[in-house]
T-cell receptor, first 112, second 110 residues
Framework: KAGVTQTPRYLIKTRGQQVTLSCSPISGHRSVSWYQQTPGQGLQFLFEYFSETQRNKGNFPGRFSGRQFSNSRSEMNVSTLELGDSALYLC???????????FGPGTRLLVL | QKEVEQNSGPLSVPEGAIASLNCTYSDRVSQSFFWYRQYSGKSPELIMSIYSNGDKEDGRFTAQLNKASQYVSLLIRDSQPSDSATYLCAVRERDDKIIFGKGTRLHILP
C-alpha cells in the first residue's frame, strides 16, 4: 500500500507571498493532520481534518488554513508568508478517530 | 497547552547496550502514547504505541507506561548504529490533539 505523499517536496518563496501544500493520505485513511517542524520548536500541531471537516486546530495564526476534499486529500495554505514560516511541513494520515498516524516525507519551505 | 517533555540529549550508548529514553507528560487524562523515530532529514516513523500501564514489547523495543507518574519510556535492547536518530514521544490529549516532545537525540557508539 502506498504511503502518505506530499507535494511539492521543496519550495522557496519570498515574504508576503502565499503557498499551498498538498497531502494525499494512505488509501482508506480519512483523517489528515498537519504539523510544522522547526529546530527550535519541534513538531507543532497545525490542524486535523476528518471527512472534510476540521476537527482540531493548533495555536497558529489565521494565515494558516487548510481543507480536505471528498477523496481525503488535503491542502494547507499559508498566506502573507513570514521568514519564521520557514520549516518542514509534515502531513500525517490515520484511519480515523484516535488511530495511529503515519507521516509523509514533508515539504520543506524556505521563505526569503 | 499541555506539555510533553524529553531530554534533548545527545544520549550516547555503546553498541550492544540498552538505550533508555524517557518522556513525561502533563495531561493526566491522556490515554494514547507513541514513540516515533526520525532520522536526520527524514520524516518521523512510528516505532511503538502504548495505551495501558505496563510494558509492551516489539522486537528489540519495549515501551513502558506509568500513568500514575505520567511517564512513558522506550528501551532499545542490543543497540545498533542504525538506531542513531532522534526519538520523539507523542501524547494524544483529552481534546484528541497529538502533542510531540522535542525529541531525544540518540547516538550509538560503534
Amino acid at each position: 500500500k502506498a504511503g502518505v505523499t506530499q507535494t511539492p517536496r521543496y519550495l522557496i518563496k519570498t515574504r508576503g507571498q502565499q503557498v499551498t501544500l498538498s497531502c494525499s493520505p494512505i488509501s482508506g485513511h480519512r483523517s489528515v493532520s498537519w504539523y510544522q517542524q522547526t529546530p527550535g520548536q519541534g513538531l507543532q500541531f497545525l490542524f486535523e481534518y476528518f471527512s472534510e471537516t476540521q476537527r482540531n486546530k493548533g495555536n497558529f495564526p489565521g494565515r494558516f488554513s487548510g481543507r480536505q476534499f471528498s477523496n481525503s486529500r488535503s491542502e494547507m495554505n499559508v498566506s502573507t508568508l513570514e521568514l519564521g514560516d520557514s520549516a518542514l511541513y509534515l502531513c500525517a494520515s490515520s484511519l480515523g478517530d484516535r488511530e495511529t498516524q503515519y507521516f509523509g516525507p514533508g515539504t520543506r519551505l524556505l521563505v526569503l | 497547552q499541555k506539555e510533553v517533555e524529553q531530554n534533548s540529549g545527545p544520549l550516547s550508548v555503546p553498541e550492544g547496550a540498552i538505550a533508555s529514553l524517557n518522556c513525561t507528560y502533563s495531561d493526566r487524562v491522556s490515554q494514547s502514547f507513541f514513540w516515533y523515530r526520525q532520522y536526520s532529514g527524514k520524516s518521523p516513523e512510528l516505532i511503538m504505541s502504548i495505551y495501558s500501564n505496563g510494558d509492551k514489547e516489539d522486537g528489540r523495543f519495549t515501551a513502558q507506561l506509568n500513568k500514575a507518574s505520567q511517564y512513558v519510556s522506550l528501551l532499545i535492547r542490543d543497540s545498533q548504529p542504525s538506531d542513531s536518530a532522534t526519538y520523539l514521544c507523542a501524547v494524544r490529549e483529552r481534546d484528541d490533539k497529538i502533542i510531540f516532545g522535542k525529541g531525544t537525540r540518540l547516538h550509538i557508539l560503534p
